[in-house]
Antibody
Framework: QVQLVESGGGVVQPGRSLRLSCEVS????????MHWVRQAPGKGLEWVAV????????YYADSVKGRFTISRDNPKNTLYLQMNSLRVEDTAVYYC??????????????WGQGTLVTVSS | SYVLTQPPSVSVAPGQTARISCGGN??????VHWLQQRPGQAPVLVVY???DRPSGIPERFSGSHSGNTATLTISRVEAGDEADYYC???????????FGGGTKLTVL
């Protein structure tokens, strides 16, 4: 069955870096675009970034553009999110989600369970 | 940036019908998708492409989209439907995925 497993979360000081991973199985990873979506404690869902199936194109939320980088290693079935210059407001559970194209790139029915990133001094 | 508007909360008695709205500017040209998120869990897609249901989602969940409003309708509401519901669209002018603020469904 389809599985997405995030890892790499933890506690980090403001200004430092962290890299999240999302390892997938159960589907042909290289045929799908992928999203990162986050959720601050007690808040709603916030889109972070998307990458095309082959990594040839990427888009970012304004709040993370220039600080975060989404990438993928298709042979390793793994999606990444490199987070630099972290801020307190980046504290959230980070989810990876599979993308599907239908008048735009939305998330389909495959999501990970999330990994918690806490930015605190 | 594009904004999707949802009511913060909707309450309904068991067995009744819940309707959750979602709206935005120039909304008619966009395709709407709906997610359910129970406390402490990852989101689950319940409606995609305005009105289609993924496999495994009960027929009680349905979606519609007319003009500047999309609606998620949950018929014969059950206690297990209590959750936060989010609408989602792709904004092609900015190439951003946009979520509504979420609606907390309370089953009385």
């Amino acid at each position: 069955q389809v599985q997405l497993v995030e890892s790499g979360g933890g506690v980090v000081q403001p200004g430092r870096s962290l890299r999240l991973s999302c390892e997938v199985s159960g589907f042909t990873f290289g045929s799908y675009g992928m999203h990162w979506v986050r959720q601050a404690p007690g808040k709603g869902l916030e889109w972070v970034a998307v990458t095309w199936y082959d990594g040839s194109d990427t888009y970012y939320a304004d709040s993370v553009k220039g600080r975060f980088t989404i990438s993928r290693d298709n042979p390793k079935n793994t999606l990444y999110l490199q987070m630099n210059s972290l801020r307190v407001e980046d504290t959230a559970v980070y989810y990876c989600a599979r993308a599907r194209y239908s008048n735009g790139w939305h998330t389909d029915d495959s999501w990970g369970q999330g990994t918690l990133v806490t930015v605190s001094s | 940036s594009y904004v999707l508007t949802q009511p913060p909360s909707v309450s309904v008695a068991p067995g009744q019908t819940a309707r959750i709205s979602c709206g935005g500017n120039k909304f008619g040209s966009k395709t709407v998708h709906w997610l359910q998120q129970r406390p402490g869990q990852a989101p689950v897609l319940v409606v995609y492409d305005d009105s289609d249901r993924p496999s495994g989602i009960p027929e009680r969940f349905s979606g519609s989209h007319s003009g500047n409003t999309a609606t998620l309708t949950i018929s014969r509401v059950e206690a297990g439907d209590e959750a936060d519901y989010y609408c989602q669209v792709w904004d092609s002018s900015s190439d951003h995925l946009v979520f509504g603020g979420g609606t907390k469904l309370t089953v009385l």
